[in-house]
């Protein structure tokens, strides 16, 4: 499995940023995927997830402001963010376990300016 994420960018505090994340290598359909995030001098965490069916699962922190999606044909992930904030400056990851084996990717920078 080989995930790539792209969408990252510089952008003003209020605005807004789609991320996306293309699958290969294995049809992911079938488990739940997950955007996390990792600022400078923190821990990684979990900004939002989706279940095979569409459910999904979003960080206090965001909720309300980003939206998790997913296209099983296509096998692409999408996190849309709106009313972005200085503090949603990370370096953002999507995530699948796949078969009991986490696979990460690469990462897309978002820059959140006040």
């Known amino acids: 499995v080989q995930l790539q994420a792209s969408g990252g960018g510089l952008v003003e505090a209020g605005g807004s940023l789609r991320l996306s994340c293309v699958a290969s290598g294995s049809t992911l359909s079938n488990y739940p995927v997950a955007w996390y995030r990792q600022a400078p001098g923190k821990e990684r965490e979990l900004v939002a997830s989706i279940t095979s069916e569409g459910g999904s699962n979003y960080a206090d922190s965001v909720r309300g402001r980003f939206t998790v999606s997913r296209d099983n044909v296509w096998r692409r992930l999408f996190l849309q963010m709106n009313s972005l904030q200085p503090e949603d400056t990370a370096v953002y990851y999507c995530?699948?376990?796949?078969?009991?084996?986490?696979?990460w990717g690469q990462g897309t920078l978002v820059t959140v300016s006040s």
């Open positions: 995530n699948v376990i796949y078969k009991g084996t986490a696979f």
